[in-house]
């Protein structure tokens, strides 16, 4: 980025605070906030306007909006995203669920972009929405439900009107970082129910159509906790772990038939996701090593990952767990 470039909400973090111009104006909005400038040194490759997701409400669009002002002369600039390159959804449909909200939303935008169809499931109605107002009619399907609840999963049968190709499970929640003995039952059931059964559930709703269509694609999220017992809490940990047998056990079972079952291993990644620690016992633990780790990434590189093993790309890939994690599995 030469001096010239102006500085936009895609202008990384990074390139904001070595800009004489954006620097000082961005510093002067963390010292307003009482907030120390490494604090952001994990996020420094990301876009700004990622902060708007990643800190839940804290760092408003006004804010961005106020600061591309500020570094512009007044002038709100706005930079285009980058066309796509393939359409490889073309003719497609996929089931996408979390699409109200980071990786979920990204993917069934980039399925969409390329020429898909999204069933896309959520809890937030509104969310949803705004993904199907920002596509052409008919693209997405908007299906809100709980993942958890066999109406959920009747809904998603409901909706679809044909063969579905695809099927990308994202929906997940987190469990405070809490450490086994600090594991209620109520997080327990609620991480395994949301991270486990959803996925198993809406696999076993949508395999019979693959095998009757001769193949299909699915692509689950497990987490870098799925590898490591030293990236989350107790019940995340378990749960990405079953994810993984999840997705082997289908991939083996299936191969015959046409039907391919990856999943990613995101590492850490700008989102709404809750990411706080719930407990101090685990924030002494894991602290350390979380501190080392490759910096997070948006949701947008994880799209492409999974975009990819949807896709005949992937088309010899089954049974991987794909970490897309900047290298932090080989840490
Ligand atoms: N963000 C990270 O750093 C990270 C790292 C590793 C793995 N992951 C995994 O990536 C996936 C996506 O997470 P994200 O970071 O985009 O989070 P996010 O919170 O931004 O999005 C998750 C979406 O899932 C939806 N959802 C939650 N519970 C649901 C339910 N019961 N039924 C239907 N929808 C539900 C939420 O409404 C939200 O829109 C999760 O499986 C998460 O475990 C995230």
């Known amino acids: 980025m030469d001096a010239t470039t102006p500085l936009t909400g895609r202008s990384t973090i990074e390139q904001w605070l070595a800009s004489p111009v954006g620097g000082p104006l961005l510093r002067g909005l963390l010292e307003q906030g009482g907030i120390d400038e490494s604090s952001l040194a994990p996020a420094r490759q990301l876009p700004l306007a990622n902060l708007v997701e990643a800190s839940r409400g804290r760092f408003t669009q006004e804010v961005v909006d106020q600061l591309v002002r500020g570094a512009n ?12 390159t393939a359409q490889r959804f073309t003719g497609r449909t996929t089931v996408v669920t979390g699409a109200g909200s980071g990786i979920g939303r990204v993917t069934a935008r980039r399925i969409l972009t390329e020429g898909g169809r999204v069933i896309a499931l959520d809890i937030n109605a509104g969310a949803l929405a705004e993904l199907a107002a920002a596509h052409p ?111 082997r056990s289908a991939a083996f079972l299936y191969a015959p038939q046409g039907i391919r079952v990856n999943a990613v291993a995101p590492g850490p990644v700008a989102t709404g996701i809750e990411g706080t620690f719930a407990s101090e016992f685990s924030r002494a633990r894991l602290g350390p090593f979380l501190q080392m780790i490759p910096p997070v990434t948006d949701a947008d590189t994880l799209a492409s990952s999974i975009a990819w093993l949807l896709s005949d790309d992937a088309r010899n890939v089954s049974g991987v767990i794909l970490p897309s994690d900047g290298g932090w599995s080989v840490q």
């Open 73 to 84: 002369g007044g002038e709100l600039v706005e930079e285009e995203a980058p066309a796509p």
């Open 137 to 247: 009619e008919g693209t997405v399907v908007p299906v809100t439900a709980d993942v958890t609840t066999a109406e959920g999963i009747d809904a998603v049968l409901a909706a679809t009107d044909g063969p579905v190709h695809g099927l990308a499970n994202v929906a997940g929640i987190t469990d405070g970082h809490r450490p086994l003995h600090e594991t209620d039952d109520d997080v327990w059931g609620r991480v395994m129910a949301v991270n486990v059964d959803g996925p198993f559930r809406l696999m076993r709703a949508l395999v019979p159509g693959m095998l009757e269509e001769g193949g299909g694609a699915i692509v689950n999220v497990a987490s870098e906790a799925s590898l490591r017992g030293s990236a989350a809490g107790t019940a995340y940990t378990v749960s990405k772990h079953a994810v993984v047998g999840l997705t």
